[in-house]
């Protein structure tokens, strides 16, 4: 019988084994141990390893979308929508590094079979940055000229860079918030109206 609990440990492992041995060399078997499960039971509930990764994107970066929305939901200011973005991202990745790992690698190694993913919630994700950047253009805080789908990806490679440093333990000395603090006042600086 299928459990939430077993699906939810088994992508828990999965993200773990990618990230440690990188998706192409991880096998289910890797998965399986690692979840404390016999190999057939991931069968159960994946068609194969595209689909267990499909469902890390799927479960993981889902919980960042309603966290995310959420606290974003509760502020009208794009600037500070901006800011619970960048923070909560870095806040996460840095918490996360298993999952960082695979967003970094994994991502880009896979691309293929993320865009034949048509229910992509990593492109939602990073869709929240785009719709506060057009968000603040309607209110004139931001500059119309700025490409909203520019302005998403130089933010997202920002952060996305950082998460990369911390995942592969180069001494940084700064903080969460320091981190996040400076990569908003960068974007700000370069996307408010005078």
């Known amino acids: 019988m299928k459990s939430a609990d077993k699906h939810s440990k088994i992508i828990r ?56 929305k959420a606290l974003i939901d509760q502020e009208d200011n794009p600037q500070k929508q901006l800011d619970i973005f960048i923070t909560r991202h ?15 690698i994994e991502l880009r190694q896979t691309n293929k079979v993320i865009k034949d993913y048509r229910n992509n919630n990593f492109s939602e994700y990073v869709n929240i940055i785009s ?26 490679g920002a952060l996305d860079e950082i998460s990369r440093v911390w995942n592969i333990n180069i001494d940084t000395e700064y903080t969460v918030e320091e981190a996040a603090k400076q990569v908003t006042d960068i974007f700000l600086a370069g996307i408010l109206t005078q």
């Open 13 to 68: 492992a999965a993200t773990k084994v990618f990230a440690k041995k990188g998706f192409f060399n991880a096998r289910i078997s890797d998965i399986a141990k690692e979840a404390k499960v016999a190999d057939g039971t991931i069968y159960l509930y994946f068609n194969n390893k595209f689909d267990i990764l499909i469902s890390v994107f799927e479960q993981e970066i889902g919980k960042l979308i309603d966290q995310v």
């Open 131 to 156: 719709t506060i950047i057009k968000k603040g253009q309607e209110q004139n805080i931001y500059r119309k000229d700025i490409l909203p789908g520019i302005a998403k990806r130089a933010i997202f």
């Open 90 to 104: 870095l806040a996460e990745m840095k918490k996360n590094k298993n999952l960082a790992e695979v967003i970094q």
